[in-house]
Each structure stands twice: as C-alpha cells, then as structure tokens.
C-alpha cells in the first residue's frame, strides 16, 4: 500500500477502529480520489521497455513507443538506461501490444520506478517525455514497394504509421503538414546517380527515366534536374522554417549539391542536354547546404560518383574503400539530450555498409556539424547531425544497414531475421525523436 | 712488453674470478630449485636468498616468492623486493612483484603507492600501466582497470601496447563490440593469443555473437581472426557458422593446415556435416581419395545421405574397382537405409556380396533390410534378413513391430531411433504419447506413409485417433499435414479445426491454428490469418511456435517483403 493509501486509512478510521487491510485500502483510495491530486497514470504501475541486450525484438519495441505516444498515453525515453529504454503505462492495449510483437517488457512496481529514477539522477543519463507522436512523411515514388527503402522498411517491421510523398505533393507545399521528413536514395541533381553508365537500356530504368520526365513536363519543368532542385529547395525550406530531415544513402550528398549548386548547371549532358559548367565546383553556394562545405563535384560522365563527399565511392571500382566498422559516440544525455537519442544503441561499433553515398569525408563537413558516428583512423564519418535555420537535419551513410552490398536487384532484407539490428535503431531513433517533449539546452543561455 | 704481460695475466685472472663466480651462483641456484621439487622449502629460502646476494636478482626472487606463498612469509618478501628495486629502479619484474605481493597482503594503498612510485621512476613506458592493469583485472576490479587505461591513454598518448588489456577489459565489462575489435588487433600481431581470445570472447551472449562475427568477418580477410571465429563459433554449436568463416581463406599450405584441423575439431565435436565440407575443400589443395571417403562418412554421419551418396561414389571411383566398392560399400548402405530405398541398398549389396567376409555381408544384410522397412517393405526386409533372429532392441525390429501395431515392441525397438530423421521424429512422439501396447489401425497407417500412399495415410491417421483418444492430437495434426502437403486444403482446415476446438490444451493445437492462418494467408485472406495468429499468439504464450506465428503475423500484415517467405 501506497504511504498516502496508509495515511488516508488512517485517518478515516475513528479512533479505536480496527480496519482489515481490505478495508483500509477502500477508505485510502477513495479519499485519494476523492482528493484528486494526482492523475490516474500516475498512480499506475509502469512497463519497462529495456533496450539492452535483453530485448529480444528492439526493432518492433520502436512501434510499440510510437503506438502508445500515438494513442496518448505517457512515454519516457530514458537515455543512456539500459541501452535507451523506454517507459510505458501499463495499460492492457500496450500489453497485448507487446506480447502480439514479442517485445520483451518488464514490470515496475513504484520502488523499480523510483529506484531507477536515482540511479538516472546521479548518473549519464536521463528521462525525456515523448508527448506526441510525429506525423511523418518519406519522400518516395508512389509505386516504390516498402523494401526498396531502409526507413520504409523498418517503419513497416515495427508497425509505425507514415505518408508517401513524391514530387508532385513535394511542390504543391505538402512538406510543413508533417513533423519529420526522410529522403533515401534519391538523386536530387536529376541525374539518376548515374546509372545511365550501366543501366542505360535496362526496361526498369528507362521506366523510371521517363517516368520522371513525365512528371518534369506536367509540373513545368524543362529537365529532371530542373525538377529535382527545385525540390531540393523545398526541403531546405522545410528545414530553415523548423522541421525535422533525415537523409540516409545518395540523398545525403546529392541533396547538399543540388541546394549548393542551385543556380549553377551541375548535371551532365545526357541529364539536361547541357554540360556541366566548367566552373561549377567553385561556384557553389555552400551556405545553402545544410552540413556540407568545399566539396568538389565529379564531372565526369564517365565515372559513377557525384562528388569528393562520400569517402568510400562504392561505384567507382578505383577509388572504392574497404568497409570497416563505425563507432557511435556517447553523448551528456542531460546536456546534450538530442544526439543523445540518436545514437542510442545496445551495441557502439557497428559493422558498416554501402550505399550510394556510404559515408562522408571530415574535411568536407562545416565546423558545426555533431558527428554522431565514426570510423577509428578513417578520414571519414558515418552519421552527422545539425541544426539548419529553426529545424534539424541528420544525415546518414549507406543504404541497408543489414545488407553491408546492396545492389540493385538484391532480394529485399527480412528484418524478422534482424529483429536486434543495432543499424536499424539508428534509423528509428531518428523517428522517434521528434515525439520528445522539448526541454531548453543547459549549456543554452 | 713487460707490462703488456702482466696486464694480460691481471685480465686472465679477473675472469676466470668472475666466471667462478658466476659459477658458482648458478650452482647455488640449481640447489635451490631441486630442493624446491623436493618439497625441502626452507632449504630453498636459504639457498634462494644466497643466491639473491649474489646477483641472482630475478630467478631468485620468483623463486623466494613461490617459497613464501607456500610457507604464508609472504610479507617476507617484501624487504627482498624493496632491495632489488633500490639496486635497480626500472626492474619490471621486481616493480611488477612489489604491486603483487602488495595487492596479496591487500595492502591496497601500499600498491597503489608502488604503482605511482613506478610510474615516476620510468616516465613514457608503458609497462607499469600494463601490469597494474592485469593485475586489477585478474581481481575482476574492471572499473579500476578503466581508469588506468584512460590514465595511460592521456599521458603516453597512445595505448598500442595495451590492446592485451584493452580486449581483456571490454569483454570483462560485457562491450563485446570493443573487445571484439580490440582482440583482432592483438591476434593479428600476436596469433599465440587466439585461445586466450577464445576463452574472452566465448562468454558473449547470443545477442551479441553477431557483432563480434561481422568484425572478424570484416576485411581484410585474415588468418588469425578467422581462425578465431571457427573456435568461438564450435564452441557456441555453429558448426556451418564456423566453416564460413575459415572458406574464405586463400588457398596455401597454411590454410590446408587450418582446415584440416578444423575438420578434425569438427568431427571430434559432432559437426560432421562442416567436417565434410572441410575435408572436401581440401580435395582444391591435394586430391585424397581415402578423404573423399571420410568427407562421405562425415556427410551421412550429419544426416545428408544424398550427399554421403555423391561423396562415395567419387572416392569409389577413385579408388578403382579392386577396392573402391567394398570401401564404399557400408556409406552407401547407411545412405539408402536413411532413404527408405530398399532396391537400391539391395542391388548394391548383391554386386560385390562375394568379396565380403560373413561378419560383412550380416551387417550389409541388415542395412538393406533397413532400407526396405523404411519404405513399408516389410515382406523384402524380412527376406533379406532370412534366419537370422530379430533382435527385439534393434531399430529395425522396432520399424516392424510399428507397422504391424506392435507399440510395446515399437518402443523397445525405436529407442536409439535417430530422431533426426522425420518418419523417426513422428514416430517417437507418437510412441511418446500413448501407453497402450497395441493400435492395430495406428500402425497400418504408418505403414501407408512409409509406403507413400498419403492420400490413404491421411485417412487412415484420421481414423486411427479414435482408437487411442490420448494420442489422437498427433494423429490427427499428422493427418492435417499429409491433407496439406496434398493441396487438400478443405480436409486440412477440417482436421486442424477439430484439434484447436477439441483438443485445445494439447501441443498440437497451436500447430494446427498455425497451419492453419498461414493457409488463409496463401489464400489472401489476410484478416482470418491475422486473427488465428493473434489468437495463437495470445492463448500460449510460452509455445515454440511463437517465432515463427510472429513472423507469419508479420508477413500477413504487410510488415515484410513478400519473397521472405517464397511468396512474390
């Protein structure tokens, strides 16, 4: 029995009176309803959703989060506890929940719940609300099955709701109706990431050619390139006016060129009909990229990279990089609250893999840029995080985190035999850390 | 030239006083150490001590420590430790003693002091940090350990000489990431330490396996890290695991080597079918018929008899007619006992059955009467077997005794049943759940499945459950499945239907609900599937089944790609 329990039987019981302990709680309950000081939640035991290696589906206990947040009960993300646990109400629907999906949960009576609080008081750590599940939108083709993206793909394992929008939505000004937004394995300079170089009459990818400039021409735009800058654009606006973007594969660095080179022709030939400006590389505009400065474009048509960015180069066989592994940083949950979320994980090295873009050199990032993952000894870096205008932006590296090749045509990755892929939380840290109630920086003034 | 003389003679005997000496030191020692075997221990301490005034400082020194620690004088050692430092300030080996014989007599602030002394005595090594830090990691006192490696890291700058520790440290603290990366670091410089990195690394969980395999897997491709990976992987019973990681190693003498061992770890452990594979990639390096036909003994030892069958006739083949089928002979019998064909064991038997001796052609016999019960021939076992009298404990009498609803002779007979093999496994759960001795209708339908007629086997299991309503789940559930395997998918949903509904409490039922969603979702009816595996699911939470009625959940969700199960 609660102590305020105990001292409410007490003092309901006339003097003498001896009350069975049925009884005493009875009386006790009442008059703390009655008193009605504290919300009922508050009141009621918790679920402990632990994030360490006793989750046995850390994946779906992502959806299980959202799902509650989205239904309106009370979340707690609690950084750096346990591998990033969370904290639910223990309600029959999050139960049922849980036990559907096979998320390890663990019981927390008020002194687990206490006795946890202490131990995050005094240590690295810390407990952030989640107060509203974000409205989220991927920026994909309609037609694009789930798979053909890793954010899609998790967001369908774990059960959490999102839009698709493309360009057409993109334009018509859809970005600011949601609260995070994800780019994948776009090529916002229109050039297909030059696939043409060994796709070129390949039937999927003159469908997706002329279907881009199918949708160029009825949204007023002479190329793709035209087209995709000027979405590119849109999401430098949605960014600048407070949103939240998470970027993974090719979009990362082809969205940095596109916003850089805005006004300058940077696509190839057998993208616009045009070459490219001679000049282009130093006419680029960097403050209009979001992490990205002095970097120089590959103008040959011959080779399949787009710029000196991505420090691994996949699709150039000369230049391409071994993989290695990435270590996640550790960042003061209580100073540093949102890289914190970002990169919590149960596991700190994790084995790295390719994308379009897999990773982005040091020397080409601006001074402000949070590197939320490295590789040791490497001149290059895997996850960066930042501030742009009045929103964020966090970029990172490689196409699927669980299949290290990725190549075109490769089977789709069955995240049920991933179901702990310490990758994979990264994307949906990324999810779900805009549902985090806002607390004001200790280090801000 | 006078003087020249006298100098020469002056050096001869300066030499000669020092060899003596010297001489004789090393003879103080051996008495020493053979008092020591002989248990005379204060004999050793005196002669120990001797020889440590005389310049013996280390020998003498581990020694006096292995004699005091025996006779509890540990303390005593402390003045003789002090000494040799003072005589020698950068000694590791009396500096590393001092912290020892300190943290033995838990003089904890005593052994840090010598730790820091240390530390100012030889300023930018990096011994002392590494011997504190094995010695407080030996103690388990892991955080400690942390701080002196920071500490190191911040004033040497570097702690490339500590990866030793490092790795010791990060598996100790359970960071299995970081031990992994570290002890690859070392094993690659040092492949002695691979079975001390084995021993680190071996405690991981199963949920962190998966990392420390991606960072000995990751390039580039390595000897020792591979290596490294086939042990832990044995050890935690991923035999193929454990091949994978050691096929990839370019083909040398070396690798030959790695291999071959590997191949006998493997078969010594069980893992026959990695053993087979290893033997057989061995054939790239040099071609070894009597190999080919251990790698084929190997293969039906892990239950690949297709496999067993392919491999001996290769190494018959190789081995010529004179020798090659009577070597190949007994493989190919087990192969096609485990294949339930009768014909061929016996066709087999028949080509060389006169280069057999009695003893050979008894057990032959045997086989391919094995072979033909599998497939229901009862008629031709019992011929091939003849006069000779069943042995009631042999599997073979076991398989008869079944079919003619015989279950207390089935019992007796299928107990060392490799239950591996799917008509055992039945078989043995279907004996296991019933205590009757005699189900006539049970047996004739295990005798129908074994003769391949499942369509009639269906029915026939169907029937048999009202006989023995204890074991009629089974029955039933195998009926369901033969229905299903045939496309019956009407008579299967019927079957399943009546388990989840009569027999609710039984271990079938979850199977049958399973079976049962997975049919709608193959039929699109994604909502009847989602609520049979929401069901099972919720009603028994503790059934094995629960993985795969989570990923079928999944799949008839959408949460999936579609080919994850086969589908498009």
């Known amino acids: 029995m609660c102590e305020a329990c105990r001292r409410g039987a007490l003092s309901a019981a006339p003097r003498g009176e001896v009350l069975s302990r049925r009884e005493a709680i009875q009386r006790g309950a009442a008059l703390v309803a009655a008193a009605g000081v504290m919300p009922r939640w508050m009141r009621a035991e918790r679920i402990l959703v632990p994030m360490d290696d006793a989750q046995r589906q850390h994946l779906k206990a992502y959806g299980l989060v959202y799902g509650a947040v989205d239904e309106g009960l009370p979340a707690e993300w609690l950084l750096n506890y346990r591998g990033g646990s969370f904290l639910l109400l223990d309600t029959p629907s999050v139960r049922r929940r849980a036990a559907l999906d096979g998320v390890t949960t663990e019981d927390m009576d008020a002194s687990a719940v206490s006795a946890m609080r202490s131990e995050i008081a005094g ?79 390949t039937p999927w990818y003159v469908a997706q050619r002329d279907a881009l400039l199918a949708m160029a021409a009825r949204l007023g735009f002479p190329t793709i390139p035209a087209l995709k800058k000027a979405v590119a654009s849109r999401a430098h606006d949605y960014v600048n006016n407070g949103g939240f973007l998470f970027a993974m594969c090719g979009a990362t660095e082809t969205l940095e060129l596109a916003n850089a080179g805005f006004t300058v022709d940077i696509a190839g030939a057998y993208s616009d009909n045009t070459p490219v400006d001679p000049e282009a590389s130093s006419k680029l505009d960097w403050s209009r990229a979001f992490g990205v400065r002095g970097a120089q474009l590959e103008q040959s048509p011959g080779l399949s990279a787009m710029s000196d960015i991505d420090g691994h180069q996949v699709n150039v066989p000369a230049r391409k990089q071994p993989l290695g592994a990435f270590t996640l940083f550790d960042f003061a949950a209580k100073f540093d609250p949102v890289p914190a979320m970002l990169v919590q994980n149960h596991r700190n090295v994790i084995p790295d893999y390719y994308g379009v873009t897999t990773s982005f050199l040091r020397r080409v990032l601006k001074p402000g840029v949070t590197i939320l993952a490295h590789e040791e000894g490497a001149p290059w870096v895997k996850y960066v995080h930042g501030h742009f205008g009045k929103g964020t932006w966090t970029f990172l590296g490689g196409h699927d985190p669980e299949d290290p090749s990725h190549n075109i ?9 991933h179901p702990t892929s310490p990758g994979y939380r990264l994307i949906l840290n990324n999810v779900l850390f805009p549902a985090a109630k806002k607390k004001p920086l200790k280090t801000e003034p | 030239m006078r003087v020249f003389a006298g100098a020469v003679r002056g050096l001869c005997c300066a030499l000669a006083l020092s060899t003596s000496a010297s001489a004789q030191q090393s003879v103080t020692l051996g008495k020493a150490i053979l008092s020591e075997s002989k248990g005379e221990l204060r004999e050793a301490v005196a002669l120990y001590r001797e020889a440590l005034a005389g310049g013996e400082t280390v020998p003498a020194l581990l020694g006096l420590e ?67 830090a094995r010695l407080l990691l030996a103690e388990g006192r892991t955080a400690s350990v942390d701080s002196v490696l920071a500490e190191a890291q911040r004033v040497l700058g570097s702690i490339r000489g500590l990866t030793l520790e490092v790795a010791q440290l990060r598996a100790a603290l359970g960071q299995w990431d970081h031990a992994a990366v570290a002890w690859r670091d070392v094993i690659v410089q040092q492949d002695y330490l691979e079975t001390a990195a084995s021993f680190s690394l071996r405690a991981a969980p199963p949920e962190a396996r ?22 832990l992987e044995l050890g935690w019973g991923n035999g193929h695991e454990a091949w994978t990681s050691l096929r990839e190693l370019p083909l040398s003498d070396t690798t030959a080597a790695i291999w071959s061992f590997f191949a006998e770890d493997a078969e010594r452990r069980g893992f026959n079918l990695p053993a087979s594979d290893a033997l057989m990639a061995l054939e790239h390096w040099k071609s070894d018929a009597k190999r080919v036909l251990r790698a084929a003994s ?26 090659g089928p009577k070597a190949a002979l007994p493989i190919q019998l087990r192969a096609y006992a485990a294949l339930g064909r009768g014909a061929a064991a016996e066709s087999a038997y028949k080509r060389i059955e006169d280069q057999l001796t009695p003893g050979e052609r008894t057990s032959a016999r045997r086989h391919v009467a094995r072979a033909w019960v599998r497939g229901g021939g009862i008629v031709q076992a019992r011929a091939i077997l003849g006069q000779s009298a069943p042995d009631p404990d042999d599997e073979l009498t076991g398989w008869l005794a079944l079919y003619e609803g ?22 043995l759960s279907f004996l296991s759940r019933t205590r009757a001795d005699t189900a006539r209708r049970s047996g004739a339908a295990f005798l129908t499945l074994a003769r391949g007629d499942s369509v009639q086997a269906a029915v026939d299991f169907a029937s048999a459950a009202t006989e023995l309503p204890e074991a009629a789940p089974i029955l039933l559930l195998t009926a369901a499945r033969l229905h299903a395997d045939r496309k019956r998918d009407n008579d299967a949903i019927a079957v399943w239907s009546t388990i989840v509904e009569l027999h609710a409490t039984s271990p079938e039922a979850a199977e049958a609900e399973l079976e049962w969603a997975r049919l709608l979702r193959r039929r699109g009816d994604r909502a009847g599937a989602i609520s049979h595996l929401e069901h099972l699911i919720l009603s028994w939470p503790g059934s094995a089944l629960l993985p795969q009625a989570r990923r079928e959940l999944d799949l008839a969700r959408g949460g999936l790609p579609p080919e994850s199960n086969g589908d498009v």
């Open chain 1, 123 to 201: 240590s690295n750590m810390d407990a952030i609300p989640l107060e509203k599940a974000p409205k989220i939108a991927v920026y994909t083709p309609p037609t694009s099955p789930p798979w053909d993206d890793a954010v899609t793909l998790a967001m369908e394992y774990a059960g959490i709701k999102y839009t698709k929008l493309y360009d057409e939505e993109v334009l018509r000004g859809d970005l600011p109706k949601y609260d995070w937004v994800h780019l994948h394995h776009e090529d916002f300079t229109g050039q297909l990431h030059k696939l043409h170089l060994s796709f070129r009459d």
């Open chain 2, 298 to 323: 190997n293969a039906i030892d892990g239950g690949a008899a297709e496999s067993a069958l392919r491999l001996a006739a290769q190494a018959s083949e190789r081995l010529g007619p004179q020798q």
């Open chain 2, 66 to 132: 292995r004699m005091y620690a025996q006779l509890g004088w540990t303390d005593s050692l402390l003045p003789a430790v002090r000494a040799a430092i003072q005589r020698n300030p950068a000694e590791p080996i009396a500096r590393t003693m001092l912290l020892r014989v300190l943290r033995t007599l838990r003089r904890e602030t005593d052994a840090t002091l010598a730790f820091r002394e240390w530390v100012r005595a030889v300023p930018g090594d990096i011994a002392p940090y590494r011997e504190w």
């Open chain 1, 409 to 417: 045509g490769s089977p789709a990755t069955d995240l049920s035999l």
């Open chain 2, 406 to 427: 015989d279950l207390a002779g089935a019992r007796r007979g299928l107990r060392r049943a490799d239950a591996r093999q799917s008509d055992a496994a039945l078989a």
């Open chain 2, 210 to 231: 998966r990392v420390v395999r991606a960072i000995m897997l990751s390039p580039p491709v390595e000897k020792s890290p591979r290596r490294l990976l086939a042990i």
